[in-house]
């Protein structure tokens, strides 16, 4: 790999190449002693990770920073999973069997990540409540909630697995978290009558549920990795298909703002 | 990436793409953690991991590919079951297990051809071999029979994110990890429906997530292997997913 040819070549289009590395110096000290060691296997990755260091976006939050963020959500969730079942609303059964499964698990979760934040010497958010006011007094829209909820924090999780990657044993954590609020999802899901899964036809909705399937990524998106998923991979697929086949991001700030979960924070 | 051998053949390979002129439409294609990044990532795990080894075993290879090829293969094994499930449906299914069969099969055909087409265009000639109906043993499957169904579908569906969960660690590529993330939810997704049409309320219970910690399991590549080798005829070797 010639990577001074490389830097050359970005040159012609991008008189600033050099000034968007940390410093030329730093450059070429990097690239000479991963040469140094022989290990050309390695400088694709260098020169990837260089790239996007020089024209990705800023840093993305800190470990203990996204830590407290899935604290945040799954505080938020415990608390409304309180006083939803305080609330006395949620039939016997089957469903109040359902609802006390998840509380345990997000109580669960919440006890596991402050653990964690603590023992990272991390400072554990704590005290995060659902707003009163935003308290549906009925079941069924006690059900919409949850289900606004969860589907968000399948969303929130997956958005953040990209910034725990220098931590495996913690993005392993956040995945076998991000798969039990799936499972909630699917079941709050279909004890509303939904499916499970989230076709495109379910993408526009009324508050508080149509923000949760928006954002820049929205969850009727057809295309992955571009790939069209409807039309590029030889037979045809519906978009509701397509759109039910993958989950979609949110952002930390789309999760945050106050059309989202933002919006139910106490 | 732990072997590659130094010659000037394969240096040149690796240069190859990056020699030609960089046109600005596809210098921006360099920038950041997009398809070029990608596409430098995998030229670097060139590993010699031919996929078929001479006594008839499947490597799925090493460095993002071979995660990419261990998805592929349990999406196949999916999309396999889940077409015979539509082609040939119990007879004691309800309209409703008949409807959820349909949308799953469609679901899971698109994983595979998904991470087929993905492989192809990242990683040319190295994606394992299609696993076709000779290559797949559903013999302990009794396709008549709804219980026998369902409680392979659960099998098939906590194995997935078991498997997911645990593999997200070896990818390098954060696009890819987004990828996984995206399909992880709606196998778990899937987990959970077929739980509750087995016994309602099962979607999440203590046999599948620790009450104590409140998390799913997660699996490595040899073990999921292990557990999905009995439906799969040809012999598949993840011992390099992820290496």
């Known amino acids: 790999m010639n990577i001074l040819r490389i830097i050359e070549q970005l040159s012609e289009v991008d008189a600033d190449v050099l000034g968007r590395f940390d410093s030329r110096r730093a450059v070429f000290k990097g690239l000479g002693s991963t040469a140094k060691k022989g290990a050309l296997a390695a400088a694709p990755v260098f020169v990837a990770s260089l790239f996007s260091k020089a024209y990705g976006q800023a840093a993305g939050p800190s470990i203990i920073e996204v830590l407290n963020y899935a604290l945040t959500l799954e505080l938020l969730e415990e608390d409304f999973y309180k006083k939803m079942t305080a609330a006395g609303k949620v039939p016997a059964g089957a469903p109040a069997g359902a609802i006390a499964l998840i509380l345990k698990h997000e109580t669960a979760h919440v006890a596991l990540l402050t653990k964690t934040i603590s023992d990272l010497k991390g400072t554990p958010v704590k005290d995060v409540k659902f707003k009163q006011s935003a308290f549906p007094a009925d079941y069924e829209t006690q059900l919409v909630v949850a289900q606004a909820l969860e589907d968000t924090g399948v969303r929130a999780y997956k958005g953040q697995a990209g910034n725990l990657m220098s931590n495996s044993a913690l993005l392993q954590v956040a995945l076998q978290i991000h798969s039990v609020e799936a499972r909630h999802a699917a079941h709050i899901r279909t004890m509303r009558g939904q499916t499970a899964w989230i076709p495109a036809s379910a993408s526009s909705l009324p508050a508080p549920l149509g923000p949760v399937y928006t954002g820049n990524i929205r969850e009727d998106n057809v295309v992955q990795s571009k790939v069209n998923i409807t039309t590029d991979l030889g037979t045809p697929y519906t978009a509701n298909e397509a759109a039910a086949s993958f989950d979609e991001i949110l952002t930390m700030a789309e999760v945050l703002d106050a059309s989202r979960a933002g919006g139910l924070v106490a | ?243």
């Not at chain 2, 997704?189 to 997530?209: E, K, T």
């Open chain 2, 1 to 243: 990436m732990s072997n590659i051998k130094q010659n000037a053949s394969e240096e040149a390979e690796f240069a190859k793409p990056l020699y030609t002129p960089i046109k600005r439409r596809s210098f921006f294609m360099y920038a950041g953690a997009t398809a070029g990044a990608t596409a430098l990532l995998l030229s670097g795990c060139d590993d010699d991991n031919d996929n078929v080894v001479p006594n008839g075993t499947v490597s799925l290879g090493s460095g993002d590919v071979g995660v990419l090829n261990y998805a592929y293969a349990l999406e196949q094994l999916e999309a396999a079951f889940y077409a015979q499930v539509k082609a040939t449906p119990a007879a004691d299914f309800s309209a409703v297990e008949k409807d959820y069969f349909s949308q799953v099969a469609a679901h899971e055909a698109i994983h595979r051809d998904f991470f087929k087409a993905a492989i192809n265009r990242d990683a040319p000639g190295k994606i394992i071999p299609t696993l076709g109906a000779a290559d797949l043993n559903f013999t302990s499957i009794d396709f008549t029979k709804r219980a026998s169904v369902l409680a392979t579908a659960k099998t098939f569906e906590d194995l997935g994110v078991a498997a997911y969960n645990g593999a997200g660690k070896y990818l390098k590529t954060p696009a890819y990890l987004v990828i996984a993330g995206q399909i992880v939810s709606v196998e778990a997704r899937h987990a959970a429906y077929v739980r509750d049409l087995i016994s309602n309320g099962s979607f999440a219970d203590d046999s599948i997530i620790d009450p104590a910690t409140g998390l799913d399991k997660a699996m490595e590549p040899v073990d999921v292997i292990a557990a999905a080798q009995p439906f799969i005829k040809v012999k598949l070797d993840a011992s390099n997913v992820g290496k």
